[in-house]
């Protein structure tokens, strides 16, 4: 088939035969098709979409394209987490360690933060010398000496995805349930780990706002991993106001840290426990998610989790200081409060507000080659359905100038909602989703 006309009847919205998608991904690697053939044909399936088996071939031919890993052997189950991204998300760094101590192992490869959302790997590289870019023959001694190691994505792995996701970010092809699925299940799959565990984002600060699709994209990813032999389950999670109460790279690991030692934002646990609970049982380990997370919950508060993040950071290059000092972070030079311009009950905290005026700050990147500056960000001092006071303050902005904290105070007040009557409580965590079906939580 001509690669016009393959194109063409993707465009029309016909199935494509998989020989013929498997030789136009394969003829993309090797130089045969044209960037602005694969952007045409991208955009044809963000508004076709892709049949099953379309999806499954894509997926195949994005593993195919690099090394793929196996840690079948013999030793403790191999689990991962993916997020679908959001604002303040941090739970990659305690549910690792948290994992590793109850005696999985976790090989993480993560990425950067891109758009309102952050990153994990710029997280971790605000931990003085922590080192995300090691070899894959290193990533494994961490993982079998630590029980988890955290890296940014190769190359190596599923580099046609990483060509492809490329191409998305610049042709308006991200928010495509098909695309994002094979990307993130390629991955996944090439890492060669036996279960997965996923948290998709529901809200103005995920990627999918709308309910009816963050779930329909939780479905797609939960039978794609399953078909690729991993056993996976899906959380719903919520995403309109952020995780925790920390944003910014630095200022989010002092929060993990917390959070390792017993401590944290009760939100933050609670996510982080329930992935790390659904985790365990698509491992095997435990039979219901009760019972794997009255085996975690003493890891978190006992210094054991905390203990293998330590490890972890020392084995990876990083100060390992900052977990008994995290003052030794990276700070922002200029502190300033943003206070309650009324009283009443807080309504709203916009993630995607908030996201983006980290972004402003420079936390974050509007371009993957754009840096970040760790230090900056905000730290939230009511949350969505406390009272507050005339003045008070609500939120610390982290800043490297005066100028930027006038223009996230903008940013933020368009972001603040604050009410007479009490809001409605809403839930951290709304649904399961696993390859037997979808359970309201």
């Not at 088996?53 to 191999?78: K, N």
């Not at 329909?216 to 999670?237: C, H, I, K, N, P």
């Amino acid at each position: 088939m001509l690669i016009t006309e393959l194109i063409e009847r993707k465009r029309d919205g016909q199935e494509l035969p998989v020989e013929a998608l498997r030789a136009f991904l394969s003829g993309y690697m090797d130089g045969e098709v044209a960037d602005y053939q694969m952007s045409a044909f991208l955009m044809a399936v963000f508004l076709r979409g892709l049949s099953p088996a379309e999806l499954a071939e894509m997926t195949r031919s994005m593993i195919a394209s690099g090394r793929r890993l196996d840690f079948r052997d013999g030793g403790p189950p191999a689990v991962d987490k993916h997020s679908t991204g959001g604002v303040g998300d941090k739970v990659s760094l305690i549910l690792a360690p948290l994992l590793a101590a109850y005696g999985l192992r976790v090989p993480m490869m993560s990425g950067r933060g891109l758009g309102h959302t952050g990153g994990t790997v710029d997280k971790l590289e605000s931990i003085p010398g922590f080192r995300t870019r090691i070899d894959l023959e290193e990533f494994k001694t961490v993982l079998n000496e630590v029980g988890c190691a955290m890296i940014s994505q190769t190359e190596e792995i599923a580099p046609l995805d990483g060509r492809l996701y490329a191409l998305r970010d610049v042709t308006g092809t991200v928010p495509s349930i098909p695309l994002i699925a094979s990307s993130i299940i390629s991955k996944k799959a090439a890492e060669g780990i036996q279960a997965l565990v996923l948290d998709v984002k529901c809200g103005s600060g995920a990627f999918m706002v709308d309910e009816e699709r963050a779930l329909a994209l939780a479905g797609t990813l939960v039978e794609l991993a399953t078909d690729q032999g991993l056993e996976t389950r899906a959380l719903l999670t919520d995403m309109e106001s952020p995780l925790g109460r920390k944003i910014g790279n630095a200022l989010e690991v002092a929060e993990s840290i917390e959070t390792l030692h017993g401590g944290g934002p009760a939100d933050l646990r609670e996510v982080t426990l329930a992935l790390s609970a659904e985790a365990v049982v698509a491992a095997g380990a435990e039979e219901d998610v009760l019972s794997a997370r009255e085996a975690l919950e003493p890891l978190l508060d006992d210094g054991r989790a905390a203990d293998r993040f330590a490890r972890l950071v020392e084995r990876q290059g990083g100060d390992l200081r900052v977990l008994d000092e995290p003052q030794r972070l990276p700070a922002a030079p200029v502190l300033a409060d943003l206070e309650a311009p009324t009283s009443g009950w807080l309504a709203g905290l916009d993630a995607r507000q908030i996201g983006l005026a980290a972004v402003e700050l420079g936390a974050g990147r509007t371009r993957v080659e754009d840096d970040v500056d760790p230090t900056v960000g905000f730290e939230i001092h009511r949350v969505v359905g406390e009272k507050v006071e005339a003045g008070e303050p609500l939120i610390t902005v982290h800043a490297a100038s005066e100028d930027q904290v006038e223009r996230a105070r903008e940013r933020l007040s368009g972001a603040i909602s604050i009410e007479d009557a009490e809001p409605p409580a809403r839930a951290t965590i709304r649904y399961r989703v696993t390859a037997e079906g979808t359970t309201p939580l």
